[in-house]
């Protein structure tokens, strides 16, 4: 059973590109998470989604960002006009989210350099 | 909106010894806290986790105890190991829905 998929593993970007980030769950789970960490910080939540839904959203900025998990396929967020300040590590996580299995399991990450 | 707590920042041990990192939490309608522990450049990996009906729960040197009341939660690794060395994180969610991340504890353990 693969484990959380993300890709690309790394990605740079120059100031006003859009950056695209592709998360697969763990076979079976139907709920996806992002989070950003910037170097030497904690992980910040940005949004919660279920297949073809935005459960929260609430630590995504309303500006440039996006997210969604289609009905086949990954999840992606999406970064429109990056800025310096998008630079970052993105990871996702996926749970099965059914009762006494709430635990989420984080993929690799990808590292977004914005120059 | 759930806030969470974590403390130390850094904390430095010799091997052999214990580590405790404590983190406190807001919403009283938490009721799942994971730890993670991440190793440089590479992913959050869950250590262990406890639910609000159980006030402790072990697995082998490392432990964690929960205070509902008092809305606190904390992790103690025993007979520390220079492979503990890591960022370690607290987290609370409510049934899985929403996560909410400590700002982490750099764990140093000397040999």
């Known amino acids: 059973n693969a484990g959380v998929m993300q890709n690309p593993r790394h990605l740079v970007r120059r100031r006003g590109q859009e950056a695209r980030l592709r998360c697969s769950p763990m076979?079976?789970?139907?709920?996806v998470y992002w989070y950003r960490q910037l170097p030497e910080e904690g992980l910040k939540f940005m949004v919660y989604?279920?297949?073809?839904?935005?459960?929260?959203e609430s630590g995504m900025p309303k500006e440039r960002f996006s997210a969604e998990f289609p009905k086949e396929g990954p999840s992606i967020l999406r970064i429109q006009q990056v800025v310096r300040g998008d630079s970052a590590a993105y990871f996702c996580?996926?749970?099965?989210?059914?009762?006494?299995?709430?635990?989420?399991?984080f993929g690799p990450g990808t590292r977004l350099l914005v120059l | 909106g759930e806030n969470v707590e974590q403390h130390p920042s850094t904390l430095s041990v010799q091997e052999g010894d214990s580590a405790v990192i404590k983190c406190t939490y807001s919403d009283s309608a938490s009721n799942y806290f994971p730890w993670y522990k991440q190793e440089l450049g590479k992913r959050p990996q869950l250590i262990i986790d406890?639910?609000?009906?159980?006030g402790e729960k072990k697995d082998q040197r490392i432990a964690v105890t929960l205070n509902k009341t008092a809305k606190h939660f904390s992790l103690h690794i025993t007979e520390t190991q220079p492979e503990d060395s890591a960022v370690y994180f607290c987290a609370a969610s409510e049934g899985g829905f929403k996560t909410i991340f400590g700002a982490g504890t750099r764990l140093f353990v000397k040999a």
């Open positions: 076979k079976g789970h139907s709920h």
């Open positions: 989604l279920q297949k073809e839904n935005i459960i929260d």
């Open positions: 996580a996926s749970s099965p989210f059914t009762a006494g299995r709430e635990t989420q399991y």
């Open positions: 406890i639910r609000s009906n159980v």
